[in-house]
Structure formats: structure tokens, C-alpha cells
């Protein structure tokens, strides 16, 4: 991977995102999951066999993802060079997720600002997993932003950061151990065992990148609000907020998300008519209005440009 490849990736994320009538490697790995797991419901039924089998999908379907996006490659190379090369920006650029969040997120902000509540609710349904009927427009407004930062670390800067540490195959294998822990890395009763190997394996994947946006995001909200006190705040709800999240990752993004916006995150989430009660992350030095969700991209394109940079810069 060199820095133009990179560059010319991330271009092509934030000029086209991820058109519909394309195939894309991620929505591969997701049919191939769902059919593994169907399989997997017939021929086992315990928790041995469904941990087993749980862990044999986290080891093949990474391995997969990277044997086949270097053998691609490779084959394209053998052809020309240049060949070659398109390959790996196209697969490089598939792993990168600025664009489509971007503009998911403006659908509901659009929405709400158009005050149709509906439309906002079906639309960021769209990008979330809870239960999204019955919100109100401050929870609406909530779950967007808590996507928007969870999205800048795995869906821009842990791809950015596995592209440079080993080119497109290791960014592929990235999004397959992502895709896996987004289809069946839950606790309910369906996944807690078939799941839990991708679950463990996402955390660990995501570990370096989730700090490192966490650091982009303070720095970041600095330079777009233009106030150095913005990214003080935003690093000290990072330290004192950011362990409360279940997760090891998330909530380092979106306690920096919090603090960059200065609203609270967090709280009652519905999942399947389930209530399931969240740490709150941040003060509500404002409320949640749909200005918040045009802040948060703006900070999330902000992480995009530097981190991209920085990604170029170690690359060249």
C-alpha cells in the first residue's frame, strides 16, 4: 500500500461512498455469515457445539477475507502493474465508511428539520440496531450522533489504520471481523455462544483504533470549533467516561463525541422491546436538537482528513 493508493481510496469514498447497484465485499461476507449461521442452527443446538462453531467462523472468515483480497491482487499485478494497483484502491476503498455515514446521518437530519419524526425514525433505522419506533426526536438525535462517533473509529479510522499497517487484505479481514461482530456479536440468547468469539475478536481488533479516535476526535473538535478549551473537555469526559461503556471501545469514540458536542450520550436503549439501561457519557452543556447531528459530522469529516494525512505521511 502506498500513500497515493490510500489517497486516491479515500477520495473515491467521499466522492461516490458505497453505491447500491455495486457489489461490495462487506455484504459478501454478510450473506456468508447468514448462511453459516443457518447451518450452524440445524446441526447444533448446544454450547459446545455452538461456541465451537462460533469460533471456526471467526478464524475462516478473516483468513478468507485477506487469502482472497492478496490473491485478487496478486493475480491483477501479474497482469500489469497497474492493474494491480486499481484492485487494491477498490478494495481499499470498499473498507472506508465516511461517505455512506455521512449521508445516512444527514437523511435524518433533514427529517427532523423538515419535522417529520416518522421519516427521521426510518431512517436512522437505517444505521442502528435498537428498537427505533416510539423515539423522540432527542433520542432519534442521540442514537445518530452515538453512530456517528462509534462509526468514526470502525468505519474510518480502523480501516485507515489497518490499510497502512498491512494493505487492502489486512483492511478486508478487518471489516469481516467488524461485519461478523455487527451480524451475531451479542448477548442475546441466538448469539451469546455463537457469538462470542467474534465479540471477543472485534474488542481486540478494535482496541488501538477506538483510542486513537478517541485522541482524533478531541483534537479534531478543537480545530473545527476553533476553542482550545472544546478538546480539554473533550479528552476529560474521555478519561473519566470512557471505561463506563460495556464495551472496551465504544465508548472511548462517543464519551469523545459527548464532550466534543457537549451534550450526554447514553442511557435507556431499546433492543427487541427490551430495555437496556446505558451508561451516560458526557454533561448536557446543551440539548440534543438536530444541530448536534451536523456537528458530529463535521467532526467526523475532520477525523476523516487527518487521520487520512496521517495515514499518507507514514505510507510516504
Not at 478487518?174 to 455463537?194: E, N
Request: aromatic fraction near 6%; glycine fraction near 8%.
Amino acid at each position: 500500500m502506498t500513500a497515493a493508493t490510500v489517497l486516491i481510496a479515500c477520495a473515491l469514498d467521499v466522492a461516490i461512498g458505497d453505491p447500491r447497484s455495486l457489489p461490495h465485499p462487506v455484504r459478501l461476507m454478510g450473506r456468508a455469515i447468514t448462511w453459516y449461521e443457518a447451518l450452524v442452527h440445524i446441526v447444533a443446538h448446544h454450547r459446545i457445539g455452538l461456541l465451537a462453531a462460533g469460533i471456526l467462523l471467526a478464524i475462516v472468515l478473516p483468513v478468507l477475507s485477506y487469502g482472497i483480497g492478496w490473491l485478487l491482487i496478486d493475480l491483477a499485478g501479474g497482469i500489469h502493474t497497474t492493474v494491480g494497483t486499481a484492485v487494491e484502491v477498490l478494495f481499499a476503498f470498499t473498507t472506508l465508511a465516511a461517505r455512506d455515514l455521512a449521508d445516512h446521518a444527514a437523511d435524518v437530519q433533514k427529517a427532523l428539520k423538515a419535522g417529520c419524526l416518522e421519516d427521521a425514525r426510518t431512517a436512522v433505522a437505517r444505521i442502528v440496531g435498537r428498537d427505533t419506533e416510539g423515539l423522540s426526536e432527542e433520542e432519534v438525535v442521540r442514537a445518530t450522533v452515538e453512530t456517528v462517533a462509534e462509526s468514526a473509529s470502525d468505519g474510518i479510522v480502523a480501516p485507515l489504520f489497518y490499510l497502512v499497517l498491512g494493505g487492502a487484505p489486512l483492511a478486508l479481514a478487518y471489516k469481516a471481523i467488524s461485519t461478523m461482530d455487527s451480524m451475531v456479536g451479542h448477548l442475546d440468547p441466538r448469539y451469546r455462544y455463537f457469538g462470542w468469539a467474534s465479540a471477543r475478536l472485534d474488542d481486540i481488533a478494535n482496541w488501538i483504533p477506538a483510542r486513537m479516535t478517541a485522541v482524533l476526535i478531541a483534537v479534531c473538535a478543537g480545530v473545527v470549533f476553533q476553542k482550545a478549551c472544546v478538546m480539554t473537555r473533550t479528552w476529560r469526559i474521555v478519561w473519566r467516561d470512557g471505561k463506563k461503556h460495556a464495551s472496551p471501545n465504544s465508548g472511548r469514540a462517543e464519551a469523545a463525541m459527548a464532550g466534543a458536542l457537549g451534550i450526554r450520550l447514553g442511557g435507556i436503549t431499546y433492543y427487541d422491546g427490551k430495555p437496556i439501561t446505558r451508561p451516560t457519557l458526557g454533561d448536557p452543556l446543551r440539548a440534543l436538537s438536530p444541530n448536534c447531528i451536523d456537528a458530529a459530522l463535521r467532526v467526523m469529516w475532520m477525523v476523516f482528513s487527518v487521520a487520512g494525512l496521517i495515514g499518507c505521511l507514514i505510507l510516504f
